[in-house]
C-alpha cells in the first residue's frame, strides 16, 4: 500500500517555466515531508524539506506548499532551467519513539525542462 | 558529491549467482539503507541498520540479505539471482536512526542475464 501518491508521473515544460509536482498521503500523522532530486546516475539528493506547521517553504527557485486539511504537498520550481531535468520523489516521514519511524517515497516524476 | 560509497558501480552476472553489494556511509552516520530502484517500482525500501543492528525491514525477499559491521560500512548480499533482480541498488546513510535528512550513494547497477 502506497503510503504518499505522487503525480503527475512526467512533465515537460518550457525553460522560465514552471514545474508543479503534486503529493498526497494517508497517514495524518506524517510529521516531515522531503523532497528529494535525482540526476541519471546519479542517487537521490535532498532538496528541500517541510515540517506540518509551515505551509509554505521556499529555497531559491524551489517551494513546497503544503495543506495539511487536504492532506496534500506540491513541489513548485520557479523560473525551470534545463538544469532542473531530474527526477523528483516526494516523501513522507512519520517519526515514533525510540528512534522509530515510517519512511514513504512516492513514486518519482521525471521532470524535462526544454530550452 | 554525497559521501556515501558503494561498489561496484555496475555488476553483470548471470541467473542463480550470488553477489555481494558494498556500502560506507558517511563519515559519522550511523544508519545505512538499502534500496531498489527499478523503473516501474520507484524506490523500494529494501532494509535498514542502525549501529550495526537491524533497524527495519522493508520489501525485502528472503534470498537478500544483509549486514553492517563494526567498521559501519555495510553488505548487501543478493542469493539465487533472477532477471527480475536486475536493478539499481542504493545505499543512503543518516546520522541517527528515524529516517531522516537520507544521504544516498551513487548506486551499484546489477544486471543479471
Known amino acids: 500500500q502506497q503510503q504518499v501518491k505522487q503525480s503527475p508521473q512526467s512533465l515537460i515544460v518550457q525553460k522560465g517555466g514552471i514545474s508543479i509536482i503534486n503529493c498526497a498521503y494517508e497517514?495524518?500523522?506524517?510529521?516531515?515531508f522531503p523532497w528529494y532530486q535525482q540526476f541519471p546516475g546519479k542517487g537521490p539528493a535532498l532538496l528541500i524539506a517541510i515540517r506540518p506547521d509551515v505551509s509554505e517553504k521556499k529555497e531559491g527557485r524551489f517551494t513546497i506548499s503544503f495543506n495539511k486539511s487536504a492532506k496534500q504537498f506540491s513541489l513548485h520550481i520557479m523560473d525551470s532551467q534545463p538544469g532542473d531535468s531530474a527526477t523528483y520523489f516526494c516523501a513522507a516521514t512519520l517519526f515514533l519513539r525510540s528512534n522509530d519511524y515510517k519512511l514513504s517515497f512516492g513514486a518519482g516524476t521525471t521532470v524535462t525542462v526544454r530550452a | 558529491d554525497s559521501g556515501v560509497t558503494q561498489t561496484p558501480k555496475h555488476l553483470i552476472t548471470a541467473t542463480g549467482q550470488r553477489v555481494t553489494l558494498r556500502c560506507s556511509p558517511r563519515?559519522?552516520?550511523?544508519?545505512v539503507y538499502w534500496y531498489q530502484q527499478s523503473l516501474d517500482q520507484g524506490l523500494q525500501f529494501l532494509i535498514q541498520?542502525?549501529?550495526?543492528?537491524?533497524?527495519a525491514k522493508g520489501n525485502i525477499l528472503e534470498r537478500f540479505s544483509a549486514q553492517q559491521f563494526p567498521d559501519l560500512h555495510s553488505e548487501l548480499n543478493l542469493s539465487s539471482l533472477e532477471l527480475g533482480d536486475s536493478a539499481l541498488y542504493f545505499c543512503?546513510?543518516?546520522?541517527?536512526?528515524?529516517?531522516?535528512?537520507?544521504?544516498f550513494g551513487s548506486g551499484t547497477q546489477l544486471s543479471v542475464l
Open positions: 563519515s559519522g552516520d550511523l544508519s
Open positions: 543512503a546513510s543518516s546520522v541517527g536512526g528515524a529516517g531522516e535528512k537520507l544521504f
Open positions: 497517514n495524518t500523522a506524517f510529521d516531515y
Open positions: 541498520y542502525y549501529n550495526g543492528e537491524e533497524r
